[in-house]
């Protein structure tokens, strides 16, 4: 089954520049053109998302805690600053 539609659309102006270029490069005709890259966009706006990999965050060893309580900023400073902090 073969159709032929006919329509009008209205470009961006980027996207007419670049029809105009894509023209002159491979010496075809608006419609060639026009349907090549409409085919082309239209098979990959319709295939799956490629697979996405997998990022993997490698773990370091950092020894034991030396602050007794890590959300207790002030107790964490001044054991760092050598005061005896109480």
Do not use: H, Y
């Not at 950092?62 to 902090?85: I, N, P, S």
């Amino acid at each position: 089954m073969f159709w032929c539609i006919r329509t009008t659309l209205t470009l961006d102006d980027d996207v007419a520049a670049l029809l105009a270029r894509a023209q002159q490069v491979r010496k075809a005709s608006r419609k060639v053109v026009v349907n090549d890259g409409l085919r082309r966009g239209l098979k990959q706006v319709l295939a799956p998302p490629p697979p996405r990999r997998l990022f993997e965050t490698k773990t370091v060893e950092l020894g034991r805690c030396l602050a007794g309580r890590l959300d207790d900023v002030a107790e964490v400073l001044a054991m760092e600053e050598g005061e005896d902090f109480q």
